[in-house]
């Protein structure tokens, strides 16, 4: 993983986040604890409890999600982005000949368009657009 990631947000997700941050507050965190721990956010267990009442026990997992994401992004025709652009996105080291050493690619412009044309085919996928 890279140290640090850029993730850019489509039309879809900045109203969501607005619309969390209208019920929550101006927290540090959008999924901050409720409990008083060391973590000022949800934990992966609390996560993973989540996906277990949202019926996904034994069907899915974020990573999974993760998975089904690249794996679209890349086979899907009306979005054909390539590897590297999705791993990129994912936070994935680009492996080279000399280890990355001299490779300084983040293809932003891309992956804002990727992650906008993401976004819209979730909403076709789901009806709502």
Not at 18 to 47: C, D, M, W
Not at 55 to 72: E, M, P, W
Not at 101 to 127: C, S
């Amino acid at each position: 993983m890279v140290s640090h990631l850029v993730v850019p947000l489509a039309t879809q997700v900045i109203e969501r986040l607005r619309k969390i941050q209208a019920i929550t507050g101006h927290k540090e965190h959008v999924f901050a604890s409720i409990r008083a721990s060391s973590n000022p956010y949800i934990s992966k267990a609390t996560l993973v409890q989540i996906f277990h009442r949202l019926g996904y026990k034994d069907v899915q997992c974020a990573h999974g999600f993760r998975a089904s994401a690249k794996t679209l992004l890349m086979e899907q025709p009306e979005l054909r982005y390539s590897d590297i652009v999705t791993e990129l996105q994912l936070g994935h080291r680009i492996k080279d000949t000399h280890g990355g050493a001299y490779n300084r690619l983040d293809e932003i412009d891309t992956r804002v368009h990727m992650m906008q044309d993401w976004a819209d085919y979730i909403d076709k996928l789901r009806g709502s657009t």
